[in-house]
């Protein structure tokens, strides 16, 4: 078999295409033959250091694939079922592995491999964060950063079937665009205009009570100050770099506002919280609520430009491997 691997931390250069030996699943485990394979933007924070792993590692928290062995002690699953994963362990970008069983999920028919690989960590997160972080109502009017990338396009899509209004910021008109096709009602160029503003000139002043931002040191204080009084940023990320250094004061200062640093990681860490978060996602996605955007495809051996197109934010919506 082969997979990608790395041997020490940084750029995309560092990961290398091996050869390695897949040995016959333990007990609690599956061996998965994938096919197909998630690219996001948590794989860049593994291989830079940003998030350190053991070392030498595989990289990739997501994937398809279809059951060929089955560990003692696995009755729920069985040879030829179809399944996805979004939350790990690392290890994706590869073409078999061994799985805990207990951390994969049976797809339904109304999904295929290609669509489960680019949405189940996106897909995910997006989850989390729109039902549990904070519980978007009808109504009310959210903003979202990054809208036109692969959790922000799904985002989008759940928070209008949820019934909100979407601002989201972008940019390129290009990536403005592609969010109005899919459902934003206001997207700001954040390259050309100031967020804040913006944001209170569409919330007649009151600025929106959820911020989602995926962006990180950037964007930190615009997502403050367009939030009203005693509203939720949730930073679930850090594209642009890690918020370091922050003054607690500021949150009191700016209307009592709440800061969280959420991870997918911790809302599914229970079986069962993974089980329900995927079955809602196959849901909005087999319902035709969501539609997942595969806006590019590389081999599995291209990982290195995969990378490089992500980081140098040429890409939009979801990427797959093909294994």
């Known amino acids: 078999m082969k997979a990608i691997k790395f041997h020490q931390p940084g750029g995309p250069e560092v990961m290398q295409y091996e050869e390695f030996n897949l040995e016959a699943p333990e007990a609690g485990n599956v061996r998965l033959r994938h096919t197909a394979i998630g690219l996001n933007y948590i794989d860049t924070y593994h291989r830079s ?7 030498p590692s595989g990289v990739g928290l997501e994937a398809a694939g279809v059951v060929e062995a089955v560990g003692a002690g696995v009755t729920h699953l ?6 996805a994963y979004g939350a790990g362990p690392i290890g994706a970008y590869s073409q078999a592995r061994n799985m805990p069983a207990n951390r994969v999920s049976v797809l339904p028919d109304t999904i295929s491999d290609e669509t489960a690989a680019a949405m189940m960590l996106k897909g995910m997160t997006a989850r989390y964060l729109l039902r549990e972080t904070y519980e978007v109502k009808s109504g009310d009017t959210i903003l979202w950063h990054a809208v036109a990338g692969g959790v922000g396009l799904i985002a989008v899509q759940w928070a209008k079937h949820l019934g909100a ?15 109005k096709s899919f459902g934003c009602d206001e997207v700001i160029n954040y390259t050309e ?3 804040a503003e913006r944001v209170r000139d569409l919330t007649d002043g009151k600025g929106v009570p959820v911020v989602y931002d995926g962006v990180g040191k950037d964007t930190l204080e615009a997502s403050l100050d367009s939030l009203s009084p005693r509203g939720l940023l949730a930073s679930f990320g850090s594209a642009s770099g890690p918020v370091k250094g922050f003054d607690t004061g500021i949150l009191g200062a700016k209307g009592s506002l709440y800061l969280t640093r959420p991870t997918l990681m911790t809302y599914v860490a229970a079986d069962e919280d993974l089980q329900a978060n995927a079955a809602d996602l196959f849901d909005v996605v087999g319902s035709g609520a969501v539609k997942i955007e595969i806006n590019q495809t590389y081999e599995l051996a291209d990982a290195v430009k995969a990378h490089q ?5 040429r890409t939009t919506g979801s990427t797959v491997f093909m294994p």
Do not use: C, M, Q, W
């Not at 250091?49 to 070392?55: E, I, N, R, S, W």
């Not at 209004?165 to 969010?179: D, M, N, Y």
């Open 49 to 55: 250091g940003a998030y350190p792993v053991p070392l």
């Open 78 to 83: 069985k040879e030829g079922d179809r399944v």
């Open 165 to 179: 209004r979407v601002i989201g910021t972008t940019s390129s008109p290009e990536k403005a665009a592609l969010a």
């Open 193 to 195: 205009e100031n967020v």
């Open 309 to 313: 197109d992500l980081e140098g934010r």
